[in-house]
């Protein structure tokens, strides 16, 4: 069964809304907000667990290609290419397990899939709280043992985005920060550069299946929500440090643990 529903101008516009409403949120802490979008999509708009990922991952993909051109002026490309050793090291195992991820997503239950949500909420709620922020003097491992770290940690990055149809840089950006010694601003970068061929990836593995019809119809409810998502992401990186961060990191996280208790009540 395919999750279409009239676009009627109210819904598109609510669509638009929703995704400057998220987009700001995730503007606020250096993300995509795709993790606040996913139990909208389910909760506010009504769309079965498969079919709201799917949702999702169309509207991640705008808005992390959209940020890679955005972060240029930051951070060049000459200084993101510097560092490929650490993008192939993740990217190894994020592709893996993006594929992985998707095909998993596909055969699970809504009942199940549900649960798996909402157990991956709870998990980017504790990340937000103990992990964004986070410093290094250095990388944390070297040469093998350091390859072999990345290559897991890129397998269960995949798999999360995969699955919920987020980018993952809540989960990137700590893992370049700590596990490969980089600065905030160029693990930002670099989480963008991983994440888009990530992203990719999960995208071919869903469109494999049946349920990525959604996409068709309802491609003006995605771009609404999209371009709602960019603007509301630009205006969030302006108001970045007006909230103090000891504030804004438990309410974000609290907010998480409320959509994961509701996104578990479908169930």
């Known amino acids: ?18 995704g400057a409403g998220v987009g700001i949120l995730g503007g606020l802490i250096g993300l995509g907000g795709a993790e606040f979008r996913l139990p909208l999509l389910i909760g506010l708009f009504g769309f079965i667990a498969l079919h709201a990922v799917i949702l999702n991952k169309a509207m991640s993909l705008i808005v992390v ?8 002026g ?10 490929w050793p650490s993008i192939v090291n993740l990217l190894g195992g994020s592709l893996m397990g993006a594929w992985f991820g998707a095909g998993w ?20 709620a504790a990340v937000l709280l103990f992990a964004h922020g986070v410093h290094s003097d250095g990388a944390l491992l070297h040469g093998p ?8 940690a890129g397998f269960v990055i995949g798999v999360v985005a995969a699955v919920m149809g987020v980018a993952g840089g809540e989960l990137l950006i700590p893992t370049l920060i700590l596990l490969f010694g980089a600065n905030i601003k160029l693990a ?13 990836v999960g995208f071919i593995r869903f469109s494999r299946d049946s349920a990525f019809v959604v996409l068709r119809g309802n491609r003006r409810f995605v771009l609404a929500m999209a371009l709602g998502s960019i603007a509301g992401a630009a ?7 007006v909230v103090p961060s000891a504030v804004l990191l438990p309410v974000l996280a609290a907010i998480l643990f409320v959509s994961a208790v509701k996104v578990w009540r479908h169930t």
């Open 1 to 18: 069964m395919t999750t279409v529903l009239a676009e009627t101008p109210q819904r598109i516009l609510g669509a638009s809304l929703a």
């Open 65 to 72: 290609t959209s940020a890679l051109f955005f972060r240029m």
């Open 74 to 83: 930051s951070v060049p490309a000459q200084e993101i290419a510097a560092n």
């Open 105 to 124: 997503a596909t055969k699970l239950s809504n009942r199940r899939l549900y649960q798996v949500i909402s157990v991956m909420l709870l998990a980017i």
């Open 145 to 152: 043992a350091q390859v072999v770290a990345g290559l897991l």
């Open 188 to 200: 930002g970068s670099l989480s963008v550069a991983i994440s888009l061929p990530t992203m990719v």
């Open 235 to 241: 205006a969030g990186g302006q108001l970045l440090g």
